[in-house]
């Protein structure tokens, strides 16, 4: 199983590491720092899914119940990510290139 290091922000000044794993019904978020601090989100619980291939490598993920913002460390896991999301969430997926 492919995972990726994603930093997300969990606060106005706190980003935790994350290592991401997407699987063919959801989205699995395992702390690095503190594993009580690790989720899940459903995709039926997903509305869209961004991914901007900017130098930031930036993921926003629009939840029902929040969103989750977040930047992968490397930018061979923004196009892996992407491909995995599109194939699964279909037209809930956009990549922004700037």
């Known amino acids: ?3 990726f290091n994603v930093v997300l922000r969990k606060g106005f000044f706190k980003n935790e590491l994350f290592k991401m794993r997407i699987l063919q019904d959801q989205i699995e978020f395992r ?3 503190d594993k ?3 989720f899940s989100v459903l995709f039926n619980k997903i509305n869209r899914v961004l991914i901007y291939k900017t130098s930031n490598h930036e993921i926003e993920i ?3 119940e929040e969103v989750i913002f977040g930047n992968f460390k490397s930018n061979k896991s923004v196009n892996r990510a992407f491909e995995l999301f599109e194939s699964l969430l279909k037209e809930r ?3 922004i290139e700037v």
Do not use: F, I, N
Request: charged share 20%; with cysteine; glycine share 0%.
């Open 36 to 38: 009580r601090h690790s």
């Open 31 to 33: 702390c690095v720092e």
């Open 1 to 3: 199983m492919l995972w």
């Open 93 to 95: 997926v956009s990549c």
């Open 62 to 64: 629009d939840t029902v």
